[in-house]
Nanobody, 119 residues
Framework: QVQLVESGGGLVRPGDSLTLTCAAS????????MGWFRQAPGKDREFVAA???????????DYADSVKGRFTISRNNVRATVALQMNDLRPEDTAVYYC?????????WGQGTRVTVSS
């Protein structure tokens, strides 16, 4: 059973930084694309960032335009974690953030961690 568990959400002020972490179990996460999505109140879930395996231990990163230059996705394959470093947070970044992967023919989601950006 694949399990994704997010942590690190919270209430921050505009301009602050926050790091989210996703701990993966039940799969060899290093083999799969791992991503982050978010869902703001009253809106659809949207893509934020992804780390895709190109080959071996080489990965490429992809970001939504709205977070490019502010957010960074990274992996720790030894710990089977994926982190999302979020800098210069804005009120529009307020959402529940979900970890995601597709493995064994299924899409897997974590339970989400809430990020609120407010002054």
């Amino acid at each position: 059973q694949v399990q994704l568990v997010e942590s690190g959400g919270g209430l921050v002020r505009p301009g602050d930084s926050l790091t989210l972490t996703c701990a993966a179990s039940g799969l060899t996460s290093s083999k799969y694309t791992m991503g982050w999505f978010r869902q703001a109140p009253g809106k659809d879930r949207e893509f934020v960032a992804a780390s895709k395996r190109i080959g071996g231990n080489v990965y490429s990163s992809d970001y939504a335009d709205s977070v490019k230059g502010r957010f960074t996705i990274s992996r720790n394959n030894v710990r089977a974690t994926v982190a999302l470093q979020m800098n210069d947070l804005r009120p529009e970044d307020t959402a529940v953030y979900y970890c995601h992967t597709v493995a064994r023919g299924n899409a897997w989601w974590g339970q989400g961690t809430r990020v609120t950006v407010s002054s």
